[in-house]
Structure formats: C-alpha cells, structure tokens
C-alpha cells in the first residue's frame, strides 16, 4: 500500500502520542513555521525546508539523557542521511547562548547543525509548559508531524529510523 499522506504514514506507525510526552502538537498537523538560528548568526525558516524529511531533536548541555541520545542520532542517522538533498536534520538546544551550544556540540563529538532557542519559544510551539527537553519530532515531505519521540528508548528510537527511511523512499 502506497501511503500518500502523512496522516496515514503517521497512523501506521504511531496511532496517538502518550499524555506524559507533553506534546501540544498532533499527528498529521502541518509544522508550525518559525526561523532558526545558527551559531554564527545563519538563518532560516523551517517552511523554507519543505520538501525534504525533517528530524527536529529538541536538547540542552544541561541534559543527560540527550547526551546519552546523540551519539545514537549522529551515528545512526546523520552520518548514514547527510548527503541526502531530501534530508534535514536540525538540534535545537534550548534556552543556552551560543557559547554554551558550541561547547556542547564539541563536547559531544556531533558534527549535525544544532540551532539557538535561547528564550524557548521554539520549544513552546511543540510543547505543553515545564515539558522535559529530549524529544524528536519527524516531518514529511509535505511538512506534515509524522512521528513524535519522548526520551531516549531504543525501540521507539528504532522505529524512528525506519520512519525516516521509509520516508526518504517515497
């Protein structure tokens, strides 16, 4: 079966997202448009990325689970996805300054973009207040949420990679 909107692609794999992952987004929802900014001041708006299979990867320095996780997301899906034209993967480090988020990327050993929002008003757009930071947010080729992770399990994480394969294959 040929799935044709990210609504469906997204009920295969996930049929509702848990309460506790203090998501205010849906399923299926076209992702809000905001600008990011990178360290060294370059920006863009996440509408300008249409076209192309998104992973949003919500962190901060401060967080150990999303240390734990990055090696996984640098290893296992920018290293195997970065030459892809169809593909973006975006950090958004939340509310440190620009120093803070470059010594963590060192730190860490990642080489993907890791963007600034410093006052958190990015993560606001996606969550419910006082939401805890590691979560992973997949959007379709249309700009459709497809996939929403909480944490950093390695079967959820796992599913995660198949929905970004298989949406890079459509």
């Not at 506790?20 to 987004?25: A, P, R, S, V």
């Not at 892809?84 to 990327?105: H, M, R, S, W, Y």
């Not at 958190?120 to 590691?134: H, L, Q, R, W």
Request: aromatic share 10%; proline share 4%.
């Amino acid at each position: 079966m040929t799935l044709v909107s990210g609504m469906a692609f997204s009920q295969q794999y996930q049929n509702e997202i848990p309460h506790d992952y203090g998501y205010k987004i849906e399923l299926g929802q076209t992702v809000p448009d905001f600008e990011l900014v990178l360290p060294g001041g370059s920006k863009t708006q996440i509408s300008d990325l249409r076209g192309k299979v998104i992973m949003l990867q919500f962190t901060a320095s401060w967080c150990g689970v999303c240390r734990k996780e990055m090696p996984h997301i640098e290893n296992e899906i920018w290293l195997k996805h970065k030459n892809n034209p169809d593909f973006a993967l975006l950090g958004i480090d939340l509310k440190e300054d620009e120093e803070t988020v470059v010594e963590f990327q060192k730190q860490t050993g990642i080489t993907y973009p890791v963007a600034l929002d410093t006052e958190g008003s990015i993560f606001e757009k996606f969550t419910v207040p006082d939401a805890g930071v590691t979560r992973n947010i997949i959007i379709n080729k249309n700009g459709k949420i497809v996939f929403l992770t909480r944490l950093f399990k390695e079967e959820e994480f796992n599913q995660m990679k198949d929905v970004i394969n298989k949406l890079l294959k459509e």
